[in-house]
T-cell receptor
């Protein structure tokens, strides 16, 4: 079946512009996660959704970052007034539940802020 | 929150030899420890996980051990092959009330020399 998909695969933007990153989770997966991976680094947790609600937003780096999920499916991560330090690969993952469940990752969106 | 440390950061082994990666965690309530493999330019994929009610788990050439008293767990790859070359990440959840939030180690780049 279809896995987690993300779009765009690559995004180049200028400093100060807003960007939207999209994630389509595996159908039926109620939990959705956003991570950030800087070059050569590990995965930094940003936010997770259970259904449409986001109980924990503590991983978002600043108030320029926001995310929403509609219909218990698609999620959008928005970064306002992008900065060069936002450049990274943004990974989305989904799982059937939150506890003890394999997280299936999408291919990521590589964001470059010039 | 959970703090996961992973060693070594890089590991070069001769084909056929074994590779061992070690991780420590801080939250004694953590009870689920997955390992992800990320090939160059690809998404992370779960290769094995272990729950706190067992001390060791094997799947063909890979095995994971868990020592809850010492709060560390390890990945063992035997009879390494070139396709084992990748970055490996360990992870641990945030404990009893935060088991959805995986904290990842910084990763180990494994290179298998032919």
């Amino acid at each position: 079946g279809a896995g987690v998909s993300q779009s765009p695969s690559n995004k180049v933007t200028e400093k100060g512009k807003d960007v939207e990153l999209r994630c389509d989770p595996i159908s039926g997966h109620t939990a959705l996660y956003w991570y950030r991976q800087s070059l050569g680094q590990g995965l930094e947790f940003l936010i997770y959704f259970q259904g449409n609600s986001a109980p924990d937003k503590s991983g978002l780096p600043s108030d320029r970052f926001s995310a929403e999920r509609t219909g218990g499916s698609v999620s959008t991560l928005t970064i306002q007034r992008t900065q060069q330090e936002d450049s990274a690969v943004y990974l989305c993952a989904s799982s059937q539940r939150t506890e003890y469940n394999e997280q299936f990752f999408g291919p990521g969106t590589r964001l470059t802020v010039l | 929150g959970e703090n996961v440390e992973q060693h070594p950061s890089t590991l070069s082994v001769q084909e056929g030899d074994s590779a061992v990666i070690k991780c420590t965690y801080s939250d004694s309530a953590s009870n689920y420890f997955p390992w992800y493999k990320q090939e160059l330019g690809k998404r992370p994929q779960l290769i094995i996980d272990i729950r706190s009610n067992v001390g060791e788990k094997k799947d063909q050439r890979i095995a994971v051990t868990l020592n809850k008293t010492a709060k560390h767990f390890s990945l063992h790859i035997t009879e390494t092959q070139p396709e084992d070359s990748a970055v490996y990440f360990c992870a641990a959840p945030g404990g009893f009330s935060n088991d959805y939030k995986l904290s990842f180690g910084a990763g180990t780049t494994v290179t298998v020399r032919a």
